[in-house]
Nanobody
Framework: QVQLVESGGGLVQAGGSLRLSCAASGAFFSGSAFSMYDMGWYRQAPGRQRDLVASITGGGSTNYADSVKGRFTISRDNSKNTVYLQMNSLKPEDTAVYYC?????????WGQGTQVTVSS
């Protein structure tokens, strides 16, 4: 069974910080398999589509949405099968459910999401 479990969401004031974690487990991530996956964080606000926030390849290359560049940092620890999203200088418009995604060739997995709410 494949699991992507997000944690670290919550309520924070504008200007604050949160660190999201996504731990991967299951047969498809066993051994060194996790390191081959491209990992991503997406977010979805009410009434809006799910958009990419940040991604990191198996080789460590990163990509960010323009709206979060300079504020968010994605990283991964392959020894722990975990990807992180450090979010600084949070804004009310960052409020959304944040989802973890793992992608490798035809394999594509999603976590259940974690709520991030930024108050003004």
């Amino acid at each position: 069974q494949v699991q992507l479990v997000e944690s670290g969401g919550g309520l924070v004031q504008a200007g604050g910080s949160l660190r999201l974690s996504c731990a991967a487990s299951g047969a498809f991530f066993s051994g060194s398999a996790f390191s081959m996956y491209d990992m991503g964080w997406y977010r979805q606000a009410p009434g809006r589509q799910r958009d990419l926030v940040a991604s990191i390849t198996g080789g460590g290359s990163t990509n960010y949405a323009d709206s979060v560049k300079g504020r968010f940092t994605i990283s991964r620890d392959n020894s722990k099968n975990t990807v992180y999203l450090q979010m600084n200088s949070l804004k009310p418009e960052d409020t959304a459910v944040y989802y973890c995604n793992a992608h490798y060739r035809l394999l594509n997995f999603w976590g259940q999401g974690t709520q991030v709410t930024v108050s003004s």
